[in-house]
């Protein structure tokens, strides 16, 4: 079976906490009496190896376990967390859903077939091979939603390596590539996977605090969020070992800052796709936004600037989208990087590239100058086009309090000389919108215009 190693550590570990879930634990041996229970449950309900399931559900014990037993039948499993109808109705479809797993905020469990009939040759790929699949869709902020299909057994290898257990935020979501590998990671190695109520800066700190975590997989968003709302002063994060940050560039001002109030948390930047996974990185220190990349079953090359992935755990395909491969077999990114040596530095994606005037401007940097004043507690820096230079630099700034119409000048003014004296002139925003709210996604990512 595909998850048998993962069963042997969860009877080794029988007695030891796998799971916090609304302030309640749960060691692995309920973790495995669970599975049990919904093994024999699948089998009753005759799914057959390679039936498409819709596992609607946020992190919680039967939606771990049931993750787990659908695996083991050899199903190919869609994860989906709570959308609106619209994009509900479209991912079912797309993903030819033939039976859902509804999973509400009490855990219980709901079971509906579908009328689909699930045909897609990927799908019949994986039924050849008698391997389970899992379906990431991407989360549709440059266009429509694509669902990415993996060889689940590909990435199960991955977290096969024993490595220390440690108690952890299970922070990403449920239908995210790094939330589905926080989970396996998690449990392949005996930790305990520590669920919150809902993503906000004092939830989880006051989780760390409280069930003593030692690891925050987490965006450069929230990181900002917690340094903006002073979280870190009401909660106890002594435990706290390690924050691994990714999904979105890091603002240098925002790392810098994280890492002079915390010295003793070890900053790690992770490097992951929908449609590759999570590769191995190790940051050339905490402060530093340059980070090597790989691990076994990666390769890396650079080509024009662009970083490009040949992996196991790549995606077979798309299911409504044309192949992201390059002819010999490379994943295209679309991430633009700097390279020093073994070391690469992310400066954005290439869709966010400002082009002005034939000059280059990646938002990350813009930002990351802007956010070195104290007068500013975030800012969104994005191109806009201009019939001259074809693009200008813009900025949507949030000020760190409130200001009157005189003040409101004063601090665009003070900005653009800050911008100046630090920056190109082709770099310095043109336009300076002040914003009365952050500018960030449910899955706490910076949102560009």
């Avoid at 106890?236 to 070992?241: A, G, P, Q, T």
Wanted: hydrophobic share 40%.
């Amino acid at each position: 079976m595909s998850v048998d190693f993962l069963l042997e550590i969860f009877k080794e570990r029988q007695n030891a906490e796998a799971i916090v879930w609304q302030d309640r634990v749960y060691t692995y041996d309920w973790l495995l009496n669970r599975f049990g229970y919904w093994q024999k449950k699948i089998a009753a309900k005759g799914l057959s190896p390679g039936t498409v399931v819709i596992l609607e559900a946020d992190f919680s014990p039967n939606a771990i376990a049931l993750f787990l037993a659908l695996t083991d039948r050899r199903c190919i499993l869609v994860p989906l967390i709570e959308s609106p109808q619209a994009k509900r109705t479209k991912i079912i479809s797309t993903a030819q859903g033939e039976i859902a797993f509804t999973i509400d905020k009490g855990d219980d469990v709901t079971i509906a077939p579908l009328a689909n009939q699930a045909t897609h040759p990927i799908y019949r790929q994986l039924r050849r091979a008698q391997h389970p699949g899992l379906v990431i869709f991407s989360s549709g902020s440059t266009g429509e939603s694509k669902g990415g299909v993996h060889d689940l057994l590909w990435l199960l290898d991955k977290v096969k390596a024993r490595r220390p257990g440690v108690r952890t935020i299970s922070f990403l979501l449920y239908d995210h590539i790094g939330g589905v590998n926080t989970m396996l990671y998690t449990l392949s190695n005996g930790g305990c996977l520590v669920t919150v109520k809902e993503r906000s800066p004092d939830e989880v700190l006051s989780a760390i605090e409280k069930y003593r975590v030692e690891l925050l997989s987490t965006s450069p968003t929230f990181i900002n969020l917690v340094l903006l709302s002073e979280a870190y002063r009401r909660h106890d994060l002594s435990s706290l070992k390690r924050v691994q940050y990714g999904t979105e560039p890091m603002l240098e001002s925002t790392l810098q800052r994280f890492n002079q109030l915390f010295p003793q948390i070890k900053l790690q930047q992770t490097y992951g796709l929908s449609e590759a996974g999570i590769l191995r990185s190790k940051s050339k220190a905490s402060d530093s936004l340059w980070v090597k990349l790989g691990g076994e079953g990666f390769q890396t090359r650079v080509v024009d600037g662009i970083l490009q992935i040949k992996a196991k755990s790549a995606i077979l395909g798309y299911l409504n989208a044309p192949s992201p491969f390059t002819d010999d077999g490379w994943l295209n990114t679309e991430d633009a990087v700097e390279v020093d040596g073994e070391y690469l530095k992310i400066l954005g994606r290439k869709s966010e590239l400002i082009n002005v005037g034939g000059e280059k401007v990646y938002p990350a940097e813009v930002e990351s100058v802007i956010k070195e004043l104290a007068t500013v507690a975030d800012v969104t820096v994005f191109g806009e086009q201009n019939p001259i230079t074809g693009h200008i630099v813009c900025a949507d700034v949030l000020p760190a309090c409130e200001l009157d119409d005189a003040r409101q000048k004063e601090f665009i003014a003070e900005l653009k000389r800050h911008c100046r004296a630090r920056l190109q002139n082709y770099k310095v925003p043109v336009k300076v919108k002040l914003v009365a709210e952050q500018q960030y996604s449910a899955r706490l990512k910076k949102i560009r215009r």
